[in-house]
């Protein structure tokens, strides 16, 4: 049924009638009723084995993730982020080499002056004082917190045991008393003490390379001092 012109309008631009009421009238659910039963009786198209199992395979990942719904999901589906770099060893720096005097920049003995023994799987510095010339134990380091100064300790003859590894580094689990009055005001703490067999180690470390740091002359007071700077001193200008 057709609406007339006159009537259809209130006046030029504003319809009389609803959008429901036009819908109604023009006839267009008997349109849209005809057109889906064609649809329904037309004979679907077979569609490649691949490509069914790849419309199967992604309907089930959609209903497994949200249901679908004309709606957004309440909850936001997060997806990892794809991470494509490659694990490749650490390169060290051309001016650290096995025997290299290392200026600490961080940590708890920044500013000590070490001797750099070799590097670690981790990428990783494997540095000491000696422990009984400035105090530095054995300890791993990053090296992009140290200074490489020009000086050099031959250290060819110094034998370093294999067990000084990353894994020689872990820290060990201490039993705690949770929630007791005790450990609330620290009583009964037992002051803690590095284990026998890493006492060994570092002595038999310091055994080899005291005798080579005294053979050179003023390097004993040169490990021991500390590095500063004063005021008007630049370290991009400095040579080390």
Do not use: C
């Amino acid at each position: 049924m057709a609406i007339k012109s006159d009537k259809a309008q209130i006046i030029p631009g504003v319809s009389r009638y609803s959008r429901s009421q036009r819908y109604s009238k023009r006839g267009l659910y008997l349109i849209k009723k005809k057109a889906a039963e064609t649809k329904k009786e037309a004979a679907p198209k077979s569609a490649p084995p691949a490509r069914a199992a790849h419309a199967a395979n992604k309907d089930l990942v959609e209903s497994l993730t949200y249901s679908k719904s004309r709606f957004y999901p309440a909850d936001t589906v997060s997806k990892p982020k794809a991470n494509h770099k490659a694990v490749r060893p650490t390169k060290l720096r051309s001016s650290i080499k096995p025997g290299s005097v290392l200026i600490l920049l961080a940590g708890r003995f920044r500013g000590k002056r070490v001797v750099f023994l070799k590097q670690l799987e981790s990428g990783l510095l494997l540095v000491t004082g000696p422990y009984r010339v400035n105090g530095v134990p054995l300890r791993r380091v990053n090296q992009a917190y140290t200074i490489a100064t020009s000086t050099q300790i031959d250290i060819s003859g110094v034998k370093i045991d294999s067990s000084i590894n990353d894994s020689y580094f872990a820290h060990e689990k201490e039993e705690k008393l949770k929630g007791t009055e005790e450990e609330f005001f620290g009583e009964g703490a037992k002051k803690r003490e590095a284990p026998a067999n890493k006492v060994a180690i570092q002595k038999e470390v310091d055994n080899q390379l005291i005798p080579i740091i005294a053979a050179q002359p003023l390097m004993k007071s040169y490990l021991k001092s500390s590095f500063s700077l004063t005021k008007g001193q630049a370290p991009h200008l400095m040579k080390f």
